[in-house]
């Protein structure tokens, strides 16, 4: 069985601060690993993605790092802007015929003035 | 706005009925995935179709089927339908088939079924 688990529900970071989203996950054999943001009302919005054989993955202020002997990935936001309050979703892609994204239950992520 | 246009937005139906949700894909896309949000168990992967061809199955009930036609756009039907499957539909839709790359999805489809 192939999950991601994101054990915090919600976040509360300070605006222009770091934020930490933290994913864990099982039994990864080539996998990629993927971040989605959600607003209220809105789909989910793809933001960043890593492949099982990378460690670090940056694009602008996002960051995802992936840590494989703890089985452990993080999404870092720097700095930390109002309009990234929303819902932060990890995903997994297995490939093969595992073909669609298996999510995590999300970690709602609020940005304080 | 996305690109990916799923109607109707909201839909309220009684138990023992039977709905259908549209997806239309981006332009140039040629895969469609339709997925299911519920209070309890988070966005589940149903269906994958590329190109008109069903691609992967995930956690969809025999209740449910799903179809992309040739202008890509696709059909979910939900039937003999219970409380418990009132939640959000997403559609989403990407260029190729691995979904490695990412998606787009749509705004979603509200379910409630009374």
């Known amino acids: 069985d192939q999950q991601v688990k994101q054990n915090s529900p919600s976040l509360s970071v300070q605006e222009g601060r770091i934020s930490i989203l933290n994913c864990d996950y099982t039994?990864?054999?080539?996998?990629?690993f993927l971040w989605y943001k959600k607003y209220p009302a809105e789909g989910p919005t793809f933001l960043i993605s890593?492949?099982?054989?990378?460690d670090k993955n940056e694009d602008g202020r996002f960051t995802v790092f992936l840590n494989k002997s703890a089985k452990h990935l993080s999404l870092h936001i720097v700095p930390s802007q109002p309009g990234d309050s929303a819902v932060y979703f990890c995903a997994r892609y297995s490939g093969g015929g595992a073909d669609g994204l298996t999510f995590g239950k999300g970690t709602h992520l609020i940005i304080q003035p | 706005d996305s690109g990916v246009t799923q109607t109707p937005k909201h839909l309220i139906t009684a138990t023992g009925q039977r709905v259908t949700l549209r997806c239309s894909p981006r332009?140039?896309?040629?895969?469609v995935y339709w997925y299911q949000q519920s209070l309890d168990q988070g966005l589940q992967f149903l269906i994958h179709y590329y190109n008109g061809e069903e691609r992967a199955k995930g956690n969809i009930l025999e209740r449910f089927s799903a179809q992309q036609f040739p202008d890509l756009h696709s059909e979910l039907n939900l039937s003999s339908l219970e409380l418990g499957d009132s939640a959000l539909y997403f559609c989403?839709?990407?260029?190729?088939?691995?979904?490695?790359?990412?998606?787009?999805f749509g705004s979603g489809t509200r379910l409630t079924v009374v």
């Open positions: 332009s140039g896309d040629l895969s």
């Open positions: 039994n990864s054999m080539f996998d990629y």
């Open positions: 989403a839709s990407s260029v190729g088939w691995r979904g490695a790359d990412g998606y787009t």
């Open positions: 890593i492949s099982s054989i990378k």
